[in-house]
């Protein structure tokens, strides 16, 4: 089990808006950088936002990231079913943590 | 194109050994934190480990699941990343990848870390 606890899954239909929480503790996110990442299915992930709420080059506006205290949050808006995928939250806490990671279906 | 290509996976027998390898290309190798990741079938994201840069005497850091048995280290002038598997169990049996990791102190003095670039992958069974 992960001190980073995300919820198993969540699921929207195509255009809506979804949020991934991620939740931690002071001595995780509390106190550290947050970043996220996406893997769809059969793949490796991929970096989708770090620092936080910042977007690497190539990724869409639609993927927004922010933090609040001890917990983080992953924003996906106009969902596309290409969308569908494991996200994974993560920091850096005297070694790297993840999320167990939220399964994104889009109806 | 930036690049990284794992090699290695396989089948071994519990308590055997492997040997990873992880080849870097389209960016500056040596400059970067080196990290590996697992995944266990129909299972999330596990760090395993990272190797720090030569600027930080390539320092190593390991998951507290396989300290003692596994050994990440670097090659800068081949611009490639290893990781070698020692007493094997079946719990380790996963999809390594291997990824290059930013990271550093912010402007107002906050540690950033995350892992950009990622490699497909290489399988590695353990089972009798």
């Known amino acids: 089990q992960s001190v980073l606890t995300q919820p198993p899954s969540v699921s929207a239909a195509p255009g809506q808006k979804v949020t991934i929480s991620c939740s931690g503790s002071?001595?995780?996110?509390?106190?550290?950088?947050v970043s996220w990442y996406q893997q769809l299915p059969g793949t490796a992930p991929k970096l989708l936002i770090y620092?936080?709420?910042k977007r690497p080059s190539g990724i869409p506006d639609r993927f927004s990231g922010s933090k609040s205290g001890t917990s983080a949050t992953l924003g996906i808006t106009g969902l596309q079913t290409g969308d569908e995928a494991d996200y994974y939250c993560?920091?850096?806490?005297?070694?790297?943590?993840f999320g167990g990671g939220t399964k994104l279906t889009v109806l | 194109e930036v690049q990284l290509v794992e090699s290695g996976g396989g089948l071994v027998q519990p308590g055997g050994s492997l040997r990873l390898s992880c080849a870097a290309s389209?960016?500056?190798?040596?400059?970067?934190?080196m990290d590996w990741v697992r995944q266990a079938p129909g299972k999330g994201l596990e760090w395993v480990g990272r190797?720090?840069?030569?600027?930080?005497?390539?320092?190593?850091e390991y998951a507290a699941s396989v300290k003692g048995r596994f050994t990440i280290s670097r090659d800068d002038s081949k611009n490639s990343l290893y990781l070698q598997m020692n007493s094997l169990k079946t719990e380790d049996t996963a999809v390594y990848y291997c990824?290059?990791?930013?990271?550093?102190?912010?402007?107002?003095?906050?540690?950033?870390?995350?892992?950009?670039?990622w490699g497909k992958g290489t399988t590695v069974t353990v089972s009798s």
């Open positions: 990824a290059s990791a930013r990271s550093g102190y912010d402007s107002v003095g906050y540690y950033y870390y995350y892992m950009d670039v």
């Open positions: 389209g960016f500056t190798f040596s400059d970067h934190y």
């Open positions: 190797t720090r840069n030569k600027a930080n005497s390539y320092t190593t």
């Open positions: 002071s001595s995780n996110i509390g106190n550290n950088y």
């Open positions: 620092e936080n709420n």
């Open positions: 993560g920091t850096w806490v005297w070694g790297w943590v």
